[in-house]
C-alpha cells in the first residue's frame, strides 16, 4: 500500500470550518500551527458546553482517525483550557479548532482519515 498525500494542515483546516458551517455549526481557529505539515486537534461542543478533544490516531488498517481522547469535566471546566494550553507550548506546530455544532459525532465521523 503506497502512503497517501496529506492535505496541507491549513487548507484541511478552512475545509473543516466550512463543513462545519454547512451542518449550521460554527468554527474557530484556538490555535494556528505550521502551515503545511501542524498537526490538527478538534474540540467539539454543541452551544458552548460539553467539550471533547478529537485527535487523530493511527488505525489497524493504516488509516488515521479522530479518536475521542479527552472530555471537559464539568466540575472543572478549566482543566480543558489547561490541557490545550499545555499541548500548544509543548508544539507549536498544533492546529486546534474549535467547532460547536450539533450532533458532534456524526460530525467527526465526516471528517477524513
Known amino acids: 500500500m503506497s502512503e497517501s498525500v496529506r492535505l ?10 466550512r463543513l462545519a458551517e454547512s451542518h449550521g455549526g460554527m ?4 490555535y494556528k500551527g505550521e502551515r503545511d505539515a501542524g498537526t490538527l ?7 458552548g458546553e460539553n467539550a471533547k478533544l478529537y485527535e487523530r490516531m493511527p488505525q489497524l488498517d493504516g488509516t488515521r482517525a479522530f479518536v475521542l481522547t479527552k472530555e471537559q469535566d464539568s466540575e472543572n471546566p478549566m482543566e480543558f483550557t489547561g490541557y ?8 507549536p506546530d498544533i492546529w ?13 465521523a465526516l471528517l477524513p482519515c
Open 41 to 47: 486537534l478538534v474540540v467539539t461542543m454543541y452551544r
Open 96 to 108: 486546534v479548532v474549535e467547532v460547536d455544532v450539533a450532533d458532534a459525532e456524526r460530525f467527526i
Open 27 to 30: 468554527a474557530t481557529v484556538l
Open 84 to 91: 490545550l494550553d499545555r499541548r500548544a507550548s509543548q508544539d
Open 8 to 17: 496541507p494542515a491549513h487548507l484541511e483546516v478552512s475545509s473543516l470550518i
